[in-house]
């Protein structure tokens, strides 16, 4: 009876962890994005679930075109964050989450597998697609990463897209943040110590893998960064090694989470390490990271990995994750919570 008892108990704990593992192994994707953690299931609605679909079908495709007219990965990593970017449904670019003093601060990064050069750009406020200049960055100078003014003034001599701060202004995470104050507020009436709360941190950073008909791969990230961080804080999407990173003897990989936890285990980075020196599988690596790792510590969060073959997975601890891929022939997933 209590082996029995116990082996109910193993196949329950297998389901559960199943069911939070992220996708299976897919051959032959040429692009896979992914979109953040996005809303509990219990909070989502039709209406945004209709409009997340909608956005990573139109990013998946358009840079699925670049591909099909000689675009190289780069190339359509940077076409499907912009769309995505562009999205205001997605925490990245239009439709970013506040920060504490109720400002909209972005990060990106992009990787090139093949010659390991990478970009980015961190808390811009002024860059309508942060993801470009990110690129810029890794293709016009000698540095890794720009930051604030800096990068704004230099994504304008780049010729990118300059806009108001309130183009990224959103009503749905306006009214996040003020509900967020109102908390803080009646905290505050009450004697209590404040601490910056975070409703919902994660809605929908943004990221991208690519590999093109020279095999070689690319990957990017982009992100509004945690809602209600404080001013000046930097996440991992912006960071190589943490949110993004792409080596052609492995894999690209884009994260989104728990930022702070992304940077602490170098997350992409230890992916690909342990595809390359442990000889383990993508999915493997994968899940080992976030399912055992990151989970171990409450770090929520999740990856998207395409290998140097073209075999594309996902590895997530939390309930869902805008995600999508397309093959070679064109065809397209989109998954939020299976
Ligand atoms: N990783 C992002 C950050 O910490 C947030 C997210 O992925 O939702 O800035």
Not at 114 to 135: E, F, H, L, Q, Y
Not at 236 to 246: E, F, L, M, N, V
Not at 271 to 295: F, H, P, T
Request: net charge neutral; glycine share 10%; hydrophobic share 45%.
């Amino acid at each position: 009876m209590i082996r029995w008892l116990l082996s109910i108990g193993v196949a329950i704990l297998a389901l559960g962890n199943c069911a939070s593992a992220g996708d299976d192994v897919i051959p032959n994707v040429v692009l896979g994005i992914h979109g953040g953690i996005g809303e509990d299931k219990k909070d989502m609605t039709p209406e945004i679930e209709a409009r997340v679909r909608a956005a990573l079908n139109a990013a998946l495709k358009a840079g699925k075109a670049k591909l099909d007219t000689g675009g190289t990965s780069l190339d359509a990593v940077e076409t499907a964050i912009r769309v995505m970017e562009d999205d205001s449904i997605l925490n990245a670019g239009r439709g970013a989450v506040f920060t504490h003093e109720g400002r909209n601060e972005l990060d990106a990064s992009i990787m090139d597998g093949k010659t390991k050069k990478a970009g980015a750009v961190a808390s811009v406020t002024t860059v309508k697609n942060p993801i470009s200049a990110a690129r810029a960055v890794m293709e016009k100078t000698r540095h890794v990463m720009l930051i604030g003014e800096g990068a704004e003034v230099f994504a304008a001599k780049q010729g990118l897209e300059i806009v108001d701060p309130s183009y990224f202004w959103t009503e749905h995470e306006w009214k996040a943040i003020l509900d967020i104050w109102k908390k803080e507020a009646a905290a505050r009436n009450n004697g209590q110590a404040v601490i910056p709360a975070i409703a919902k941190p994660h809605l929908g950073t943004v990221g991208a893998v690519a590999i093109d008909a020279q095999r070689n791969l690319a990957a990017g990230t982009s992100t509004g960064g945690l809602q209600n961080k404080m001013h000046g804080r930097i996440g991992d999407s912006p960071i190589i090694g943490a949110g993004t990173y792409a080596d052609n003897e492995a894999a690209a990989i884009s994260c989104t989470g728990t930022g702070e936890f992304f940077i602490r285990f170098s997350v992409s980075h230890e992916i690909v390490a342990q595809m390359k020196y442990k000889k383990v599988s993508s999915k493997e690596a994968a899940e080992d990271v976030i399912n055992r790792q990151l989970k171990e510590l409450n770090a929520e969060g999740a990856a998207i990995v395409l290998d140097k073959s073209g075999q594309f997975t996902t590895a997530r601890n939390s309930e869902g994750l805008y995600r999508g891929w397309i093959t070679a022939d064109g065809a397209v997933t989109v998954r939020i919570y299976e």
